[in-house]
């Protein structure tokens, strides 16, 4: 499986960007997908994940409220919408994918910066 995050940039606090995650390959499989964030000098944190099937959706209390996670299964990809941004959301964004049955996610995006201008 392959996954390519896009839709980084640069947005002003209180903006919006919408970030995309395709995933290719053996994805018959497939039981979820999530978005983390690794900010610098931080470790890696959970932003939100989906189920695949019932598409049953999970947020960081950080997030809920702002961010929207959706996916077209039809297109294998994955989507973060990220609406009302504050500084402390720049990070780098990574896509994952979790087969059904494993107890962690196997396969992860290269990132996608974004940026938040105060």
């Known amino acids: 499986v392959q996954l390519q995050a896009s839709g980084g940039g640069l947005a002003q606090t209180g903006g919006s960007l919408r970030l995309s995650c395709a995933a290719s390959?053996?994805?018959?499989?497939?039981?979820?997908m999530g978005w983390f964030r690794q900010a610098p000098g931080k470790e890696r944190e959970f932003v939100a994940s989906?189920?695949?099937?019932?598409?049953?959706?999970y947020y960081a209390d950080s997030v809920k409220g702002r961010f929207t996670i959706s996916r077209d299964n039809a297109k294998n990809t994955m989507f973060l919408q990220m609406s009302s941004l504050k500084p402390e959301d720049t990070a780098v964004y990574y896509c994952?994918?979790?087969?059904?049955?494993?107890?962690?996610?196997?396969?992860w995006g290269q990132g996608t910066q974004v940026t938040v201008s105060s």
């Open positions: 994952a994918l979790l087969r059904r049955g494993d107890p962690k996610y196997d396969f």
């Open positions: 390959g053996r994805t018959a499989t497939t039981g979820r």
């Open positions: 989906i189920t695949w099937g019932a598409g049953t959706t």
